[in-house]
């Protein structure tokens, strides 16, 4: 092959190829998601909500060929899931179903190729190309649960109850929708890789060779890697298993109380006890519905006393979302060419717990579902998988790279001034890019919180409540319940000590 030929098909084929997945993945292959997020999360966590808005929306603007918007490419749906819980956090509840509704018809979109496609082989041969991030994002297990409650609320937040109760009621069967779909995901995602490997034997063989996770954390070199995956596995102990969602179920379990159908929630508040059985609220639970539905109380809840007031009806539910949640962070990682690699990062929880005082009774919130121990534990149990990707893409590049700088030292018939010339060129050119291309893909739903709380109380005769965050910076608000409340959910974000919200979700029926 001649150099013009080389270089004449190099220009024709990897370039374009390479810049079409950079145009229609989103703008993530070159700039990560986390870094793309800094300065709106900065905004969010000091109270800048309108400036937080103003850049989630900027992204998802009306698209034409000459800006960056993200609709109709493959970060889209994450940014879809930031716009429905900003919205969520501000009160604009509307907004929010309707941004969570675009994402619920995204993720269906994903789901409905069962089967590994011809443009999903293409897209991960895009991916060899560039990163990870020429794949649509398809949400991680925890975001597609937060999804549903979010809806759920909102609905409430809106005033039409009937469409909270019907969300509430297919929670328990999305959760398992999930559980289903996500393994339909992993199937997907190695056969795409097998796919890849077959295509690229030399580099599948070196990837078998050094790309375990093992040899990767015995490297020196790789020192960080494995202090963020002790991290990570250490909070993933704090998750529930098969991809479970506290905050779902509970939401399920009150929905059937409410409906007086007790035995549904037994169901539902057992799985609860089973994921957290020294958890105090849900045993609490658990006995009070196994003793509205005529249930023999098992021997080891014998000291658990029930409820002293209806939880089905006349009740303040107050659900505590504290803190920022956990996210993914560029980090690098050695093999030994540098790759990077996405990363958990936590952070510290603003304050300790939700004191709310109503009837001259204080009631304290407890955990209800630690967002991060859910992430952390799908991160732990994907992170196999992705790394096989990180390091066969790399390994590809690499090839591709040391390939064209041999084709053009071969030529022994053409002028050493224009070879010097070529193979600077294709040298720079190529460093070039893979330098632009080594970007992890960090893209998760960051507007969440590190943690659900909860407590319940008894609608005071006075209807005066007053709430109270303990721990960090102090902050109180009394208020009254508005009359037409019943009984009412109250929401509290705090992703911070500088941005505390809340609304009263009013329940109107009991």
């Not at 539910?317 to 993914?328: Q, T």
Request: proline letters at 4%; a negative charge.
């Amino acid at each position: 092959m001649t150099i013009r030929r080389f270089l004449l098909r190099f220009s024709r084929g990897v370039l374009p190829a390479a810049a079409a997945c950079v145009l229609f993945a989103g703008c993530s292959s070159v700039v990560n998601s986390h870094t793309q997020k800094e300065d709106m999360m900065a905004d969010y966590m000091k109270g800048d909500d309108a400036s937080a808005l103003d850049e989630i929306e900027y992204k998802l603007r009306e698209p034409a060929w000459y800006n960056s918007s993200v609709v109709n490419t493959g970060d889209e749906l994450m940014w879809r899931l930031e716009a429905g819980s900003m919205n969520f956090h501000l009160g604009n509840f509307q907004e929010c179903i309707d941004q969570l509704k675009i994402a619920e018809e995204l993720i269906e979109a994903y789901d409905q190729r069962a089967d590994v496609s011809a443009r999903d082989v293409g897209a991960e041969a895009g991916a060899a190309l560039t990163n990870l991030n020429a794949l649509p994002y398809r949400g991680w297990c925890r975001d597609r649960i937060a999804l549903a409650v979010y809806k759920a609320l909102a609905y409430l937040g809106t005033g039409d109850e009937g469409a909270f109760r019907a969300q509430i009621k297919r929670l328990r069967n999305e959760q398992k929708k999930v559980q289903d779909d996500y393994s339909k995901v992993f199937e997907q995602e190695k056969a795409r890789l097998d796919a890849e490997k077959a295509k690229n034997p030399a580099e599948a063989k070196k990837l078998d060779e050094i790309g375990s996770i093992s040899k990767l954390t015995g490297s020196s070199d790789n020192a960080a890697f494995k202090t963020n995956m002790d991290k990570v596995k250490k909070v993933a102990n704090k998750g529930y298993g098969n991809f479970l969602n506290p905050a779902a179920i509970f939401l399920s379990g009150l929905g059937s109380i409410r409906d007086g159908e007790y035995d549904n929630a037994r169901i539902d508040f057992q799985h609860l006890v089973e994921a957290m059985p020294n958890n105090p609220l849900f045993r609490q639970y658990y006995v009070t519905v196994l003793k509205e539905a005529g249930r023999e109380i098992p021997e080891n809840f014998s000291d658990v006393q029930p409820f002293d007031f209806p939880l089905d009806r006349d009740c303040v539910y107050v659900v505590f979302a504290n803190g920022r949640s956990a996210a993914l962070e560029q980090s690098s990682l050695y093999f030994p060419v540098m790759a990077a690699w996405p990363s958990c990062t936590f952070y510290d929880a603003p304050f300790q717990n939700l004191e709310a005082e109503a009837g001259g009774r204080k009631y304290n919130t407890m955990i209800l579902a630690d967002m991060d121990g859910i992430l952390a534990q799908e991160f732990d149990e994907r992170l196999p998988g992705i790394i096989a990707r990180i390091v066969l893409g790399t390994l590809i590049k690499e090839a591709a790279y040391y390939a064209g700088i041999a084709v053009i030292a071969a030529q022994k018939d053409m002028d050493p001034t224009v070879q010097a010339a070529a193979l600077a060129t294709v040298a720079v050119g190529g460093a070039v890019y893979r330098a632009a291309m080594n970007t992890a893909d960090t893209r998760t739903w960051e507007i969440l919180p590190k943690e659900f709380q909860l407590t319940q109380f008894p609608v005071p005769a006075d209807r005066q409540v007053k709430l109270k965050l303990n721990g960090g910076a102090s902050f109180s608000q009394s208020f009254r319940l508005p009359d037409e409340c019943k009984s009412a959910i109250i929401f509290v974000d705090a992703p911070s000590a500088q941005n505390v919200k809340f609304h009263v979700l009013p329940i109107k029926s009991k």
